[in-house]
């Protein structure tokens, strides 16, 4: 029995050539915002980075499944989630605080460093129910119906949890300036 080498098609090779394309112009877009996230959920430059390559291996491998275009930014950032979570399921790593970690930012004076780390702890206070949500709003600029997507919930569901979440923040940064104001006068 003879076995022929099968002539890939020109139509296989423009396939691929699109599903390039489409692909890089995923990665060209969406880049930024992918690290954006992950470095929010994991505080660690390393791991983020890991993060967004391991993201876009799974969207290149599954880039077929996207069918709306529209929706790219949203299923990037559930992948980018799924994948943070599979890092806990495959190792434990040192975790960092997100406090600890200094970003330069040469246009920030030190004041506004202090304000932006004093949200930014308050945040991570939140319960994750209500943190996760404002995260992707704040962060990602996601609106409600894409989080709602996101998270696999109702939109009234995630609208409730944004309105607390922000209340629940504004009472604790409210908290936090009385008891500064108090202490320093």
Known sequence: ???RKKKTTPSVLMDMATKQKRYEALVSAYHAD??????WLCGDQTVAEDLV???FLRAWKSLDALQEEQAAKAWLITIARRENARRFERKQFDLVDIDDVSVSDSGVSNEEYMERAQIRRQMAALPE???E???LQVVGGFSGDEIAEILDLNKNTVMTRLFRARNQLKDALEETTEK???GNG
């Open 129 to 131: 129910e209500y943190r």
């Open 133 to 135: 949500p404002l995260l």
């Open 1 to 3: 029995m003879v076995f």
């Open 34 to 39: 992918v690290y954006r996230y992950t470095y």
């Open 180 to 182: 500064r104001g108090f």
């Open 53 to 55: 390559q391991e993201t």
